[in-house]
């Protein structure tokens, strides 16, 4: 386990009992029909309404909004039935439902929007029942509560308004350097300050330097060594080096800081946190580790549903009877207007059940975090940097427009041949139940979240999100969205991180040298003597951009694959 002296026997154990699922390969997920997904809709606009826990549970006020959601989804089906009609001609001028132009795009769009049915009681009815069973299991004290996409969590009250502000204050040290000094996030066009970039300053296999076990330095004399792959290879096997696999990383790692989580909760650094300074920046890293402790808890119940089965789709549909309840001449004509697939009720709303879960407990535990800020659709990091979890705190916006944090997930039915079976002429079924279309991506957007200032959210490694656009309000002034971002490694994997890893910016270990009492009486001979030998394991500013760069290039083409491989495989109608 992550912090003990173990052995692997004990981690090979514990990652038997926690099988964390990885979003790098191929995994068997069910499509959710477009129904339910309009039900976690308009689940998801009640969450975002001041006290909705409260009101909730007034009938009145519960009936003025299911009217308002009726007339809503009235207007969006009148307007999906007729892009249908100008999708799908009814005359025969393309027996092709694939055969349209670009222009058709947005058209088509729209069955993947919202449906050509009308909401239903029973829908409505599993909406308020999962809405109120909700606010029963938030946490009043920190305002933590589920969301309507799985295993994601979010807090509204979880950093205090004094811990905020130091946060705020000690992060705009970073941010009032002089001009040529930002680090403005490549690629960004200015938009994207980075005060701490996890890929500065990062593990480079066969160059960056560790501190050796106790034992080796007694033998070998030099408490440092290189970590080469004969190293990784050795203390890492949990990742297959020999594979070849695109999402493993031969040449680099972002470096974690060590966390411990005491028995009572509380958080304690047992590293640097990589790009901030140990003791010009000390007041930070407390404040980081502060907010870090608060957001334990929403790691634990994130991890614990990912870890515990999956409850049932609230709407469950078998492809190959979804005509059954038509007379034999309509089942069988793919031309006719009436021949839509049936569309189950959902069953009625239940709690998720205790069977089977697993509550996973990180006190105790040592955590790894190194930080993180996305753009595109993508997961966190690669293979071999383990991450299962993130999560961001917006500690501060100002003038700008609604911002959401978005998030789609892979599917299929068959990890072998990674596609959905389907009956002989059902491409149109399958765009109007589940959104999907013949070799259009594998992937259904889950929802998103509002990004609100004081805001918390955690969710699990396992699908891709990304910012979606926002502007400024009043484009006369300037704006801004701060975010604080932690990611977390699996709590049972012990990888590479600051506490092996010293600290490898030249200039932090020159200025220490030169300010301490001792060097500063050495002839200058034997300064430069002890300074070659204390650089050997740092780089200067100008190596950690350029290997910066060559790992940000290495990610940019991981992702491209990635989405090849798992997120956007297009979907294989096959006939049987």
């Known amino acids: 386990m992550a912090g003990s002296d173990s052995g692997h026997s004990d981690e090979e154990t514990v990652n038997h009992v926690y099988s964390f699922p990885t979003p790098f390969e191929w995994n068997i997920r069910d499509p959710i029909t477009l129904h339910e997904l309009r039900m976690r809709a308009f689940a998801a606009m009640v969450l975002e309404k001041p006290r909705w826990w409260e009101k909730v549970l007034d009938e009145a006020l519960v009936d003025k909004w299911r009217q308002e959601m009726q007339e809503f989804d009235r207007l969006a089906v009148a307007r999906a039935q007729k892009q249908v009609k100008r999708r799908w001609?009814?005359?025969?001028?393309?027996?092709?439902?694939?055969?349209?132009?670009?222009?058709?795009?947005?058209?088509?769009?729209?069955?993947?929007?919202?449906?050509?049915?009308?909401?239903?009681?029973?829908?409505?009815?599993?909406?308020?029942?999962?809405?109120?069973?909700?606010?029963?299991?938030?946490?009043?004290?920190?305002?933590?509560?589920?969301?309507?996409?799985?295993?994601?969590?979010?807090?509204?009250?979880?950093?205090?308004?004094?811990?905020?502000?130091?946060?705020?204050?000690?992060?705009?040290?970073?941010?009032?350097?002089?001009?040529?000094?930002?680090?403005?996030?490549p690629g960004s066009d200015g938009q994207v300050l980075d005060l701490v970039h996890p890929s500065l300053y990062c593990l480079c296999i066969d160059r960056t330097q560790v501190v050796r076990p106790a034992e080796e330095i007694a033998r070998f004399g030099d408490p440092l060594t290189v970590y080469n792959m004969a190293m990784c290879r050795e203390e890492r096997p949990d990742i297959d080096h020999d594979i070849g696999d695109y999402y493993i990383s031969l040449d680099f790692q972002w470096l974690p800081t060590d966390f411990q989580v005491s028995e009572s909760g509380d958080v304690r650094r047992l590293g640097y946190i990589n790009n901030l300074h140990p003791i010009k920046h000390r007041a930070l890293c407390d404040n980081i580790t502060s907010v870090l402790q608060r957001f334990v808890p929403l790691f634990e119940k994130s991890l614990s549903d990912v870890l515990s089965p999956t409850p049932p789709l609230a709407i469950n549909v078998n492809p190959y009877l979804w005509y059954s309840h038509l007379l034999l001449k309509?089942?069988?004509?793919?031309?006719?207007?009436?021949?839509?697939?049936?569309?189950?009720?959902?069953?009625?709303?239940?709690?998720?059940?205790?069977?089977?879960?697993?509550?996973?407990?990180?006190?105790?535990?040592?955590?790894?975090?190194?930080?993180?800020?996305?753009?595109?659709?993508?997961?966190?990091?690669?293979?071999?940097?383990?991450?299962?979890?993130?999560?961001?705190?917006?500690?501060?916006?100002?003038?700008?427009?609604?911002s959401r944090l978005a998030f789609r997930a892979q599917v299929g039915t068959d990890s072998e041949s990674i596609n959905m079976l389907y009956v002989n002429g059902d491409r149109r079924a399958w765009k109007t139940t589940y959104g999907m279309g013949s070799e259009e991506p594998l992937n259904q957007n889950l929802g998103s979240i509002v990004a609100a200032e004081g805001k918390c959210v955690v969710f699990p490694n396992i699908y891709q999100h990304r910012v979606q656009p926002f502007e400024l309000a009043d484009k006369t002034k300037p704006g801004h969205r701060k975010i604080l971002c932690f990611v977390l490694v699996q709590p049972f994997v012990t990888i590479a991180s600051t506490?092996?890893?010293?600290?490898?910016?030249?200039?932090?270990?020159?200025?220490?040298?030169?300010?301490?009492?001792?060097?500063?009486?050495?002839?200058?001979?034997?300064?430069?003597?002890?300074?070659?030998?204390?650089l050997a394991s740092t780089s200067t500013r100008k190596q950690a951009e350029n290997d910066r760069e060559e790992l940000m290039e290495e990610r940019k083409n991981f992702v491209v694959t990635h989405n090849e491989e798992v997120f956007e495989v297009p979907f294989n109608l096959c006939e049987h």
């Open 330 to 402: 309509v089942r069988y004509d793919s031309e006719s207007e009436k021949r839509k697939p049936l569309i189950p009720d959902p069953t009625p709303f239940a709690p998720p059940s205790a069977e089977g879960r697993i509550e996973l407990n990180l006190k105790g535990r040592v955590l790894q975090k190194p930080h993180y800020r996305g753009g595109s659709w993508h997961v966190e990091g690669m293979a071999n940097e383990k991450i299962v979890a993130t999560g961001l705190y917006y500690y501060a916006c100002d003038n700008i427009t609604e």
């Open 499 to 534: 506490s092996r890893v010293p600290p490898q910016q030249r200039e932090w270990i020159l200025d220490e040298m030169e300010r301490a009492p001792p060097l500063q009486r050495l002839p200058r001979e034997l300064f430069d003597m002890v300074a070659d030998y204390a």
């Open 89 to 185: 001609p009814k005359d025969g001028d393309s027996d092709d439902p694939d055969d349209h132009s670009e222009d058709e795009d947005e058209e088509d769009s729209a069955i993947q929007q919202w449906l050509c049915d009308l909401v239903t009681d029973a829908q409505f009815e599993w909406t308020f029942a999962f809405l109120k069973h909700a606010a029963g299991q938030r946490d009043e004290t920190t305002g933590c509560q589920v969301t309507t996409i799985p295993c994601v969590y979010e807090a509204s009250a979880l950093v205090p308004e004094e811990l905020k502000m130091f946060l705020t204050q000690q992060a705009g040290v970073l941010e009032s350097v002089p001009d040529e000094e930002k680090d403005w996030h």
